[in-house]
């Protein structure tokens, strides 16, 4: 580890550790006690040394130090590839996992607990990183549980100030939301009300082809239009033909086929002719 590693920027880590014992003190058959809650925290003590703390809030507190060259013999012993940054960014996505150990012997002629270490990986097949604890006795495991108290207190407050910040930052943009919200909907009931407009529209055009039985699209709008127009050309056509029938019936003479005496029956000259 680089003597330039700075372990002062290291924030601290809070966690929950499972309690198990080693498969001896469970295969004796000893009468092993019922385990409480284990909580634990990782934090740099100064600029050179990292420390482990892991209680029970009860009965047991435990205890790790470790400097930036036990910490440089971890990484080479776990195998841990990279630059300095590397290992201590695996060192955090480890102990902020969910698989965080206390391995304890348990030794009933020996007043319980006799040993511990603190285990942790990033995931399931990833190195190991393992931390041999040390028992406080009364008066240093007060004092740890006392710290370890008052900085959960502290990151707590921090963790509410963000969450603060970060909802008033929050606020303005969910109320644009909304407004954004309320704006396509009404946007959306507009085209669902063309829609229905449209699909009577053509339900009206089906119904008339359906009836005329044409295969010309007619639309309702101009139906009015259509037929008073239709009716002036059928008046137009039948005031032609009447008029030519009347020419064919009422046929003049020429003056000079009529005859000259008063009284002499005049007939036109197919009807001579025929007679």
């Known amino acids: 580890m680089k003597m330039g590693f700075d372990l002062e920027e290291f924030q601290p880590i809070f966690g929950e550790a499972k ?23 990782v934090f740099a003590v100064d600029s050179s ?6 209680t029970d809030f009860r009965s047991y507190t435990w205890e790790a130090l470790r400097s930036v060259h036990q910490l440089d ?8 590839g990279g630059s300095c940054s590397d290992f201590m960014n695996y060192v955090i996505a480890s102990f902020t996992s969910k698989d965080v150990k206390l391995i304890m012997d348990w030794q009933p002629k020996l007043s319980g607990v006799t040993s511990a270490k603190l285990i942790a990986r990033k995931t399931k097949g990833m190195p190991l ?3 041999s604890l040390t028992k406080l006795g009364p008066s240093s495991a007060s004092g740890a549980v006392a710290n370890m108290s008052l900085e959960l207190y502290r990151a707590y407050n921090i963790l509410q100030e963000s969450f603060v910040k970060v909802g008033l930052n929050v606020y303005p943009e969910q109320e644009r939301c909304c407004q954004l ?13 063309v829609k229905r407009k449209l699909d009577m529209m053509q339900s009206d055009q089906q119904r ?7 295969g010309n699209v007619v639309f309702p709008m101009y139906s009015d239009t259509a037929s008073v127009t239709a009716a002036l050309n059928s008046s137009d056509k039948q005031a032609v033909a009447e008029a030519k029938s009347a020419k064919v019936v009422h046929r003049v003479v020429p003056a000079y086929r009529r005859a000259k005496n008063r009284g002499a029956v005049l007939c036109d000259t197919e009807e001579e002719e025929k007679s």
């Open 49 to 54: 040394h990292l420390a482990f703390h892991v």
């Open 208 to 214: 008339l082809q359906k009836t005329t039985g044409s």
């Open 181 to 193: 919200t309320q704006m396509i909907s009404a946007e959306k009931e507009k085209s669902q009300a």
């Open 19 to 41: 309690p198990e014992f080693v498969t001896s003190a469970t295969s004796n058959g000893d009468g092993v006690t019922a385990l409480n809650p284990f909580l634990f925290r």
């Open 73 to 80: 013999d971890m990484r080479d012993s776990i195998g841990i």
């Open 129 to 131: 990183i393992s931390i």
